[in-house]
Structure formats: C-alpha cells, structure tokens
C-alpha cells in the first residue's frame, strides 16, 4: 500500500466535503480574557474570542494563577509518574478531596482529562460487571460513546432526553440484568438540559445506576456551581458524576465522583486511570484554586447567565437564527458546511471576531452552526459589536435569518 497516497487521499476527501479542520492560531493573553491575539497570515491581530469553553474566564484568574506558581516552584513540571508509581502528589490528593466534597460524594477520582475519565469508567464499567447492560442518550459524547463500545457489554441507545423511551428499553432488558444509564446534563452543541429527575426516576425503578457528565455544567449550575444536579437537588440520585477541569473551572483535567466502593472500584481496575501518568502538581494547584473560589461566587453564574440571555435575545431580535437553549450555549443555526465556514472566517478576517464553526461529524449534516458562548467578562462594547457583526456577515452571505428558515422548513 502507498501509504503518503491514502492519507492525503483521505484528507483531500474532507477537504473536499468542507469537513477539514483549520485551528485559529491563538495567544491568550493574561489578564484580557476575552481578548486573545490571533496569529494569521504573517501579521498578529487581537480579536475577542466568543467560543471559548473557559465559560467564567477562570484560566486567567489571579487566584488560579498564584496557586499554579506556587505549586510549580515548590514541585516542579512533572508529576514524576502514573498515580500508582511515584505520581500521587499531595495536590491531587487535596483536589479529590475538594472534588468529593464539592460533588457531596464520599470519594472522588481524577483523570488527565474528561474524555478519558468517561472513556476509562464507562469501559471499565462494562467490561468488568457481568451482563450489564448500558442505556445512552442518543446524543452522548464521543468520549462515552467510545467508552461504551470499548467496554463490549450489551447497549441500548435511548432517543434524546427521552426518560419514556428510555423506560421502554429498561421495561424489555432482563429484569435481573445489572444496567447503567449514560448521559450528560448540559449538551453542549444543543445547549439543551437533561430531565435528570425523570431519568433518575426510571432508572431506579428498573435498578440501574445513572452515570452523569456535567462537563458543559460544572462551574456554572448549582449554588455551589457542582453542577445542574446540585442545582435540581439530585445529586444523591445519581450514582457517578462525571466532569472536567477544562471548560468552566478553566484548567485541564477530568474527574469522577462518587461513592467510596464505587471510585475505589474505577481505581483499582480502570486501565486509564492505572497506566496513565498523572497531571503535574501545578495544574492539580491550579484546579484546586479555581474550585474554591468557584464554590464561593455565586455572582459569577449570575452574571453568566444574565450575559447568555442577554446575547440570545439581542441576536434573535435581530433576527439571527439561534436555537432556543435553556442554558448559557448559543447555536446560531446556518446549515451549511460551506456557509458556516465562510461566516467564521469572515468574522474573524474583517471583523476580529472569533467564532469556530461547527460541522459534520460534531452535529448532523444540514445543521451546521456557530456556536457562542458569551462568558461573565463579555461586555456591552464587545456584544454591541458582536450583535452588529453577525448581521453584517448573515446580509453579505446572504444567509437565511430566523424567519426564512423557519419557512423553509
Ligand atoms: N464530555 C463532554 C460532553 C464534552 O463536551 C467533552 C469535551 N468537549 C468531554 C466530555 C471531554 O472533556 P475534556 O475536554 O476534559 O477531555
């Protein structure tokens, strides 16, 4: 086989079908979130970037940022190996400590990632108790899908957010059959929530325990900001709650949390917790930092939200097609592969606006989207010049506004 050919053969067929990815060349600045420098073309340029997953800004927190220096001076960059042999620093113990306590679980568990927290625990989980069978939300994560399928035991996929479909599947399983039902809280393409109280309801009358990813909640939901089962008054009804460092709590890292069998479990028998080395102390610090002073400002979801609201009702008067989320994601619907890629990059080109496009595989064909996502440090300024931007580049795209496309459907 002619190896170089396939692989440029394959990347000419992306190309081709408008799928291949273009990263924006990015320099965070410190201290002017939202604000970043783009390097393009031979020249640097600031733009505002507004489809950040750093949802609260904390990445560049004086908080977080003191703590990752003081744990980089006193530990050094490397954690030194895998958790198991010489890797355990005292920092990842506090930070499971304050994941357990802050989830209000006995135990928590952490992971380089999220992706591969959901990856580890769901296979480990399927491969390891006899005949069980997973129950996933057609919309799941990649990471949870690849998790699930690794994992080799029986699945049902149950339709979106759909607790009496879901029902349906646990009603026909074998009544003695261990299950687990997979899903996330906040879906982050969508910005849609999960009905976790029926879910949860379900669930426990079929026996089987709830896996929840609030990746796109934790930070940003709940008084303390655990999650949208804090904030329900769920979170004893869900047996593992799964999330990550890297979105609002603006670090990197994944974790679980759960009870003390349980996380002892994924411990012990998780090839991607054993194997793995873990994250360097300075980042476990920096993870702490921005925890703690998470659980202690309220004001910053407040604000959050209010910022989200704000930009969804200024776009849609404005006529821009945004799907109508319940939570602080904005889909801005085009429907295009094509469109939306030449949208983002007219934003960024002419207007400084960073804005990734979201196509095919990330969400069905025809549904094409930029996907926005206003932080507590977006201000008027900054969205006067968003709003104004958007339509400037949807009247020389001549992309459909709200109204055109709901009479196209
Ligand atoms: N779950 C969901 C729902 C996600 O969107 C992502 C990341 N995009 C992950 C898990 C993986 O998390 P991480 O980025 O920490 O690997």
Redesign the pocket.
Known sequence: MDYEHYFSKRIADLKAEGRYRVFADLERICGRFPVALNHRDGKTVEVVVWCS?DYLGMGQRPEVIAATHEALDRCGAGAGGTRNISGTNHYHVLLEEEMADFNAKESALLFT??????QTVLSTLGATIPGCIIFSDEL??N??IEGIRHGRSPKQIFRHNDAQDLERLLAAAPKDAPKLVAF?SV??MDGDIAPIAEICDVAEKYGAMTYL?E??AVGMYGEQGSGVAERDGLRDRITII?G????AIGV???YIAASNACVDYARSFGPGFIFSSSMPPATAAACLASVQYLRKHPELRVKHQERAATCKRRLSERGIPVLPSVSHIIPVMVGNASLCKQASDLLLSDYNIYVQPINYPTVPVGTERLRITPTPLHDDSMMDHLIESFCAVWDRLGIAKAQEQKAAE
């Open positions: 997953n990632s999220g992706y591969v927290a959901n799941n994560h990471s949870m996330e879906y982050s990813d990746v796109h799964q990550t460092m890297a979105k990197v890292g994944g």
